[in-house]
Every structure is written in structure tokens, then in C-alpha cells.
């Protein structure tokens, strides 16, 4: 007969949970070996020795930080303003500048002055709102339709009764959309086939703009082969899902 203490202490330790020790509690249990643990490795740093880089690192993002002209915004509220006439005002205020933040191609600036009286080929898209810097509004976010199925995509913040451009930026774009306060950008990869890059775009507080914080490159399916081993991102959408019925857009996501 086994001594009441006995198994008193192994109902203890199973009641508080150290598992890992033992591998079985249970009235014919004992204590057995979890097996070997893998050692733990540390970083290791290569090449300690080499100099401190010498120039200053560069504010990423800065200069896509801008004050848009002749845009007043009432009560800071950026669903009272017009998205066309924001972008027009960027381009009247820029003109013939075809690269960086500002640039837009010719034919697409030429587009946006028409908005009004060829609206069906306004490439100024259905704007979306968002608060993505946590001040509690809604900054505006606008796409714009470019050559080789290229697509802007620029972010306004609302201060001071004007509007002020934290994030600028054009690519070959697969698809567009929100997580939280991210802006997750899927885009094609010129030169890699097979491969996307997808790009997390966050608010610094520290730069006061839009920032890619995470950016990777990810297998995709390839044309006629078998299904991608790489599962799909579960990212929230400021788009409708289609389903058997209608599900409402969260109210933070109807423009």
C-alpha cells in the first residue's frame, strides 16, 4: 500500500501545472523525463570590428510629408472635403513633375483637370477613410489610376483646418487594403516571377508620416502550376466580402 503523502504531493504538482516535469499525473503515475531540451543560441554579432557608418541616416518618408494648397478643411473633418479637387490642387501645384511623391504622368494630370466634365474617366477613385494615425479621425486615403496598371495611393491627415500629406506612393498594385491601422499594399514583383511583395504601411509619430514598417516578399502561384503552399494573409478589407447576403461595412470604413 503506498504512504497518503505520497501521492497528496504529485496531486499538488499536477495541480500546479509543471507539466512539464511530469509527463503523466494520475494515481499509477510518476516522474519522467520531457528528453532533451535543444540548447539555447544567442545572436552573434559578425564582423564587431567594423567602423560606425559615418553619414547620418536619412528621415525616411520626410519627404513625402506636404501641405496640400488651397484646401481648407472644416472642423478638421476630412469627409467635407473633395478628393478630386485635393488631387488637382497637388497637381497645379506641381506641374510637369513626372517622379517622386509629387510625380504623376502626363496624361493622368490632363485626366484629373476633367474630373468634372468627363467624370466616367476621373482616374481619382472612390475614396476610403480611416483613423490609421490614432488621433481619434479619419484621415483620407485616395488612389489614382495610372498607365501600366499602376496605382497611387496617398493619405491626408487633417490639422489646422488644412490638410497635410503623410504617405505618397505608386506602384503596379494587386490589391489595396486595411488591418487596424495598417494599410496593407500587395504589389507586383518586376523581374521575380512567382513572387509579390506585400507591404505594411504604419503611421511613425516620430516622422509624422506614413511608413512601410514591414515589408516582405512572398511565393505565389505560379501560372499553371499546382495550388501556393504559402496560405493566404487573413487581412480585413474595406470592401464588401461577397456573400449569400449583404454584410455591412464597419461604420469606420463607408466613405
Known amino acids: 500500500m503506498r504512504p497518503r503523502g505520497v501521492r497528496s504531493a504529485a496531486g499538488v504538482l499536477c495541480a500546479l501545472g509543471l507539466g512539464l516535469a511530469l509527463a503523466g499525473c494520475g494515481d499509477e503515475g510518476g516522474l519522467r523525463s520531457a528528453g532533451p531540451t535543444p540548447t539555447a543560441v544567442g545572436p552573434v554579432r559578425l564582423w564587431p570590428d567594423l567602423p560606425p557608418a559615418t553619414n547620418p541616416p536619412i528621415d525616411y518618408g520626410e519627404s513625402d510629408i506636404q501641405r496640400v ?121 518586376a523581374g521575380i516571377p512567382g513572387y509579390e511583395y506585400r507591404t505594411a504601411w504604419s503611421w511613425d509619430e516620430q516622422q509624422g508620416s506614413m511608413l512601410p514598417t514591414r515589408d516582405e516578399i512572398v511565393r505565389v502561384k505560379p501560372s499553371g502550376v499546382g495550388p501556393s503552399m504559402v496560405p493566404a494573409p487573413h487581412l480585413v478589407s474595406p470592401t464588401p466580402t461577397p456573400t449569400d447576403r449583404p454584410v455591412p461595412l464597419p461604420p469606420e470604413a463607408t466613405p
Do not use: F, K, W
Open 69 to 189: 494648397p488651397d484646401i481648407e478643411v472644416t472642423d478638421n473633418d476630412v469627409h467635407s472635403v473633395d478628393p478630386v479637387a485635393v488631387v488637382r490642387a497637388e497637381v497645379r501645384a506641381h506641374p510637369d513633375t513626372y517622379t517622386g511623391a509629387d510625380g504623376m504622368y502626363e496624361q493622368t494630370a490632363r485626366a484629373i483637370e476633367a474630373c468634372d466634365t468627363a467624370p466616367a474617366a476621373c482616374p481619382v477613385l472612390r475614396p476610403y477613410y480611416r483613423d490609421l494615425t490614432g488621433n481619434g479621425r479619419d484621415e483620407l486615403i485616395v488612389g489614382i489610376r495610372m498607365p501600366d496598371q499602376q496605382v497611387g495611393v496617398r493619405v491626408y491627415l487633417a490639422e489646422n483646418g488644412g490638410l497635410t500629406r503623410i504617405m505618397s506612393t505608386v506602384d503596379q498594385v494587386i490589391s489595396v487594403e486595411l488591418a487596424g491601422r495598417d494599410l496593407i499594399m500587395r504589389v507586383g514583383s
